[in-house]
């Protein structure tokens, strides 16, 4: 990454987790002490009566799909893991995944996904969203409805639970702990990347805030990628979008273009379009 751009976008993710307690900036409150749960796994909806409605048509939307299907499955049979999914909080057109709990042995127990009231309205930047920014010439020509943005924004909060349960609970933790620290010394030394101090606090927790934001951000996006996969993969647009999803990945996400690709690989119509 140029080291101008990382010391921009170390600023602007400084300045977004002042006001959350979220260490990647996904939206929801999160809480990842140890916990043991009072029910079992499994899928709950927690929907206000004034949101059913809308959110009923999201889910179907997501549940067209197979992927959604067996994402959706997974998560309701779960023995240990307790997804619930609400609807409302702060970001009204976007969705965050948090409240993030762990038993004794180290294994995820408990998230939360919160979808805002207006999901299905508003796109992202390309720059850390490429597949949801994707859309968005396609709603504005009545080729897909606001109900598949919001399905795809849900595939993307799966995608959260997913890399956080493969993540080892003592270093969520330890990113939770120490970069508040690094975001300190980062403003206090003229925005100097190359601290010690600084390079030792990326080595423990896996890479500076902004590497730790990313990766989770597109590991959301490939399964979003997942989902529109099997929406569109018999529409005649579809490889329009996912040329649209290849050039921003390219511009934008260099570094994580090989995870996108497999995902295309394994598609033999995706492939077509021009993935390599």
């Known amino acids: 990454m140029n080291p101008s751009r990382q010391i921009r976008l170390l600023l602007s993710l400084i300045c977004l ?16 002490k140890a916990a043991t ?50 609807v409302g909080g702060k970001n009204a057109e976007g969705a ?6 762990w038993n004794d042995k180290g294994e995820l127990i ?3 996904i919160v979808l805002g009231e207006r999901l299905d309205s ?18 504005s020509r009545q080729l897909i409805s606001g109900s598949v943005l919001a399905a795809t924004k849900l595939a993307h909060e799966f995608g959260h639970v997913m890399k956080i349960s493969s993540t080892p609970q003592d270093l969520y933790n330890l990113q939770v702990k120490l ?13 100097n990347v190359n601290d010690p101090r600084l390079v030792d606090i990326a080595q423990k927790i896996g890479g500076n805030p902004v590497q730790i934001w990313e990766d989770r951000e597109y590991w959301g996006e490939a399964n979003a990628m997942l989902y529109l996969k099997d929406r569109v993969e018999k529409e005649k647009f579809h490889c329009r979008l996912f040329g649209k999803i290849k050039r921003a990945v390219e ?5 994580y273009e090989q995870r996108f690709a497999e995902i295309a690989r394994e598609q033999g119509a995706i492939y077509t379009c021009g993935w390599k």
Not at 46 to 61: D, S
């Open 17 to 32: 987790l002042t006001s959350t307690t979220v260490v990647a900036a996904n939206g929801a409150n999160n809480n990842s």
């Open 37 to 86: 749960p009072n029910e079992p796994g499994g899928l709950r909806e927690v929907i206000p009566p004034k949101y059913q409605r809308r959110y009923e048509e999201w889910k179907a939307e997501f549940l067209t799909t197979d992927i959604g299907k067996a994402q959706w499955e997974m998560y309701s049979k779960h023995p240990r893991l307790l997804l619930t999914i609400t």
């Open 96 to 101: 965050g995944t948090g409240n993030y709990k």
């Open 110 to 112: 408990a998230a939360t």
């Open 122 to 139: 508003g796109y992202p930047s390309a720059v850390y969203y490429p597949v949801m920014n994707a859309l968005e010439p396609f709603e």
């Open 179 to 191: 970069v508040p620290a690094y975001n300190k010394i980062f403003l206090s030394n003229g925005y």
């Open 251 to 255: 511009e934008y996400a260099k570094d």
